[in-house]
C-alpha cells in the first residue's frame, strides 16, 4: 500500500486524460485514453502490482520539493540526495492523436543514480498484458484491444512482471522516457521528440494562462485553480470532469467512495461563473453548449450527471480485486446516482442559460425550446421529494435546497423573458415561483431553530441552505438568512471548516463521519462578503487556501483534526468555489459602488414574504 496522502499528488493532463503523480515520483493512476477509460496504472487504491511507474532516486532522496512552471501543468519535482540533485518533469503533450506522458530527468547537480519500474495493469490492475522489447529501446505492452509503448535509451529488463531499469544522471544531462497509447490492431503510436513535447506543452499553458483576469492580490492563486480546472475539460466536447479519480474516500476505511470522473449540472452554473469572471468565454461557450447537447432530449429523462461526451449510462459496479485507498472500499466505477431525481438540476439549467445570456455568450437554437420543455415539466414535479444535492441514497425528501432551485428556475426564466424582450409570457412563471417561495418559507423554516432546515419536517442543519441568499431567494439581511448563517456556524462548523450536514443523523443511509466540504466553506465566505463581514471572509478565504497542497491543489473534502485531504483529487467544485470566492472578495475590497456586487449569480429583489 502507498504511504502518500492525498495530498502527496499532483495532476498532469492533456484535456483528455489526468494522471496523478506522487512525491516519489511514481505515477499511482492514469486512465487512457479518456478521463472515464478503465486504469493502466491503479496503485493509487490498491498496491503498486496493481499498477504505477516510478522514476526515482536509488538512494532516498534527503528533501523533494515541486512546482508547476510557469503556471501551466507542467510538473518538476527535485530530488536532492547524498550524491547530487535531480529534475523530474512530468506533462503530456498537447494532445493531437494518441495521447502522449512524457518524463524527463535532468541532472541538476553531482552524479545520480536513478531507478525505474513499470508496472503495466490494463482493467484497473487486474489484466497483466505481453510486453516485448522493442528495437529502438523502450517496450510494447498489449492486452486484447489497447497497447502501451513506453520508450526510453535506458536499458529496461523484465523481471518478476514487472520491467525496471537503473541509469546515472550528470549534472546538465537529460535522459528522456515517452509513453504513448493506441490501439493494438494499429501501428503502435509515433515515437516523439521530448524536449519538442516540452516546448509545445508549456507554450499551450502559457497561451491559455495568459488570458486570465486579475484578481487583485489572489491573481496568481486565481489562475492556479483555472489551470486545474482547463485540465479537467475535455477538449472535443467542452465536458469538464468533477475529478480525475474514482473512490477517493471521503472517510477514511468507510463506503464513501464514488466515481467523480463525470460532469454534474449541479456544478453548471458556479463552473460558468468562475470562466466567465476569469476571461475564459470560450470555454465558458463549450461548457454551456456541452449542457444543452447532454440534455437534449425528453425533460423526465434529463439525469444529475452524464460522462463527458454526453453519455448517459453510468452503471456502478465494484472491483473487488482493489483494496481500496488506505483499506477504504468498495472501489467504484460508474456513478448509481445517475439515475436519480434531483430537482435542483433544472435551477441550475436556467441559471446557467440566464448568466450566459448576461454575460453576453450567444444563445443556442435549441436552448430556448429546451429550457421551455424543462419548465413545463418541473412546473409537475417541484413539489415531488428528491434525492437533493448531496445524493443521499437513503429515501427521498422534500429538500430544502432543491425547492429554493427550483424557484431559481422560474425566477431566471422571468428574467430570461424580461432580457430578450418579452415579459408578457411570464404570467403563469410568476405564478409557480410565488407558490414555490411561500411554500419553502412555510415549511422550511423552523422558528425554534431560527433557521431553514435540511428537509421540510426535518430539524437538520445542512450547509447547501447558504445557497438561498447567494441565489436571491432571500436577502442576507432577513433575519431568517440571518438565523440560518449563524446555525451553520453553530453546527456545522468544525475547526473553522464547514460539514455539509450531520451525517450522524442517518439521512444519507450511509455510517457517520466525513471531512469538510471545501465547497461549502467558501460559500460561507461568500455570504460573510454579502453581510459586510469582510474581514472575517478574508480570514476564512486564507484558512481555505492554506489547505492546498504544495502545488495548488484541493481535493473535495479536508479532515480537520486528522490535517489532511480527502475525497477524489483534485476537485473541480473546490476549485471553482476558490475562484469565485476570490472574484468575490476583490470586488467587495473594491470601489464603494462595487461593494454590493459579489456572489455566485444575480441576485434580484426577493419575492416578498
Known amino acids: 500500500m502507498s504511504n502518500l496522502r492525498i495530498e502527496d499528488y499532483a495532476l498532469i493532463g492533456d484535456c483528455g486524460t489526468a494522471a496523478l503523480v506522487g512525491r516519489d515520483g511514481s505515477i499511482d493512476w492514469l486512465c487512457l485514453p479518456r478521463f472515464d477509460s478503465p486504469a493502466c496504472f491503479a496503485a493509487l487504491l490498491g498496491r503498486p502490482e496493481h499498477g504505477r511507474w516510478l522514476i526515482a532516486p536509488v538512494a532516498p532522496p534527503v528533501r523533494v520539493t515541486r512546482r508547476y512552471i510557469n503556471a501551466s501543468l507542467v510538473l518538476a519535482t527535485t530530488f536532492e540526495t547524498a550524491e547530487g540533485a535531480v529534475e523530474l518533469v512530468d506533462f503530456f503533450r498537447p494532445r493531437h492523436g494518441a495521447p502522449h506522458l512524457v518524463r524527463l530527468v535532468r541532472g541538476l547537480r553531482g552524479r545520480v543514480s536513478m531507478r525505474v519500474e513499470l508496472i503495466l495493469r490494463f482493467d484497473y490492475g487486474y489484466r497483466v498484458p505481453w510486453v516485448e522489447r522493442l528495437a529502438e529501446g523502450g517496450i510494447s505492452a498489449i492486452a486484447g484491444p489497447e497497447r502501451v509503448v513506453v520508450r526510453t535509451p535506458v536499458a529496461l529488463a523484465g523481471e518478476d512482471l514487472t520491467t525496471v531499469g537503473t541509469f546515472d544522471v550528470a549534472a546538465g544531462e537529460t535522459v528522456p522516457f515517452t509513453l504513448g497509447y493506441g490501439a493494438s490492431h494499429q501501428p503502435p503510436p509515433r515515437p516523439i521528440d521530448a524536449e519538442h513535447a516540452l516546448d509545445m506543452a508549456l507554450a499551450f499553458w502559457r497561451q491559455w494562462s495568459r488570458q486570465c483576469m486579475p484578481a487583485g492580490p489572489w491573481s496568481d492563486t486565481v489562475k492556479s485553480s483555472l489551470v486545474v480546472l482547463k485540465g479537467l475539460t475535455y477538449a472535443p466536447t467542452g465536458g469538464i470532469v468533477a475529478a480525475p479519480t474514482t473512490s ?142 448531496w445524493e443521499v441514497r437513503g429515501p427521498p425528501q422534500h429538500f430544502t435546497h432543491s425547492k429554493v432551485m427550483a424557484w431559481v428556475a422560474f425566477d431566471r426564466a422571468i428574467k430570461i423573458a424580461e432580457l430578450i424582450g418579452r415579459p408578457q409570457e411570464t404570467g403563469s412563471w410568476r405564478v409557480i415561483r410565488d407558490r414555490i417561495h411561500a411554500d419553502v418559507c412555510a415549511n422550511a423554516y423552523d422558528p425554534e431553530l431560527g433557521s431553514f432546515v435540511q428537509a421540510y419536517g426535518s430539524r437538520a442543519i445542512d450547509a447547501a441552505l447558504l445557497q438561498m441568499a447567494l441565489v436571491g431567494f432571500l436577502p442576507v439581511s432577513d433575519p431568517r438568512i440571518v438565523g440560518t448563517i449563524r446555525a451553520i456556524e453553530r453546527h456545522l462548523v468544525v475547526d473553522g471548516l464547514v460539514l455539509r450536514y450531520d451525517t450522524g443523523r442517518g439521512v444519507d443511509g450511509l455510517p457517520p463521519g466525513e471531512g469538510a466540504f471545501l465547497a461549502c466553506s467558501f460559500w460561507l465566505a461568500d455570504n460573510y462578503v454579502l453581510q459586510g463581514r469582510i474581514a472575517e471572509a478574508r480570514e476564512l478565504f486564507e484558512h481555505l487556501l492554506s489547505l492546498r497542497n504544495d502545488v495548488g491543489l484541493l481535493a473535495e473534502e479536508y479532515d480537520p483534526r486528522g490535517k489532511r485531504q480527502l475525497g477524489n483529487f483534485p476537485q473541480a467544485f473546490s476549485h471553482v468555489a476558490l475562484v469565485n470566492t476570490a472574484f468575490n472578495l476583490t470586488r467587495s475590497e473594491g470601489p464603494a459602488g462595487q461593494r454590493a456586487r459579489s456572489g455566485r449569480r444575480y441576485r434580484s429583489a426577493p419575492q416578498p414574504v
Request: charged residues 20%.
Open 248 to 389: 477517493l474516500p471521503e472517510q477514511l476505511g468507510g463506503p464513501r467512495n464514488w466515481d467523480y470522473r463525470y460532469c454534474w449540472l449541479r456544478d453548471a452554473t458556479l463552473t460558468l461563473l468562475a470562466l466567465m469572471h476569469a476571461g475564459y468565454s470560450g470555454e465558458a461557450r463549450a461548457w454551456r453548449d456541452w449542457l444543452f447537447r447532454a440534455v437534449a432530449g425528453s425533460p423526465d429523462q434529463i439525469q444529475i450527471m452524464y460522462a463527458i461526451a454526453g453519455e448517459r449510462h453510468l452503471a456502478e459496479w465494484e472491483i473487488p480485486w482493489l483494496p481500496g485507498y488506505e483499506d477504504s472500499r468498495p472501489v467504484r466505477v460508474g456513478n448509481a446516482a445517475s439515475d436519480q431525481t434531483q430537482l435542483d438540476i433544472y435551477g441550475e439549467l436556467l441559471d446557467a442559460f440566464y448568466h450566459a445570456l448576461l454575460n453576453g455568450l450567444p444563445p443556442t437554437a435549441r436552448g430556448e425550446p429546451i429550457l421551455r420543455a424543462v419548465l413545463d415539466h418541473l412546473a409537475q414535479v417541484w413539489n415531488e421529494p428528491d434525492e437533493g444535492i
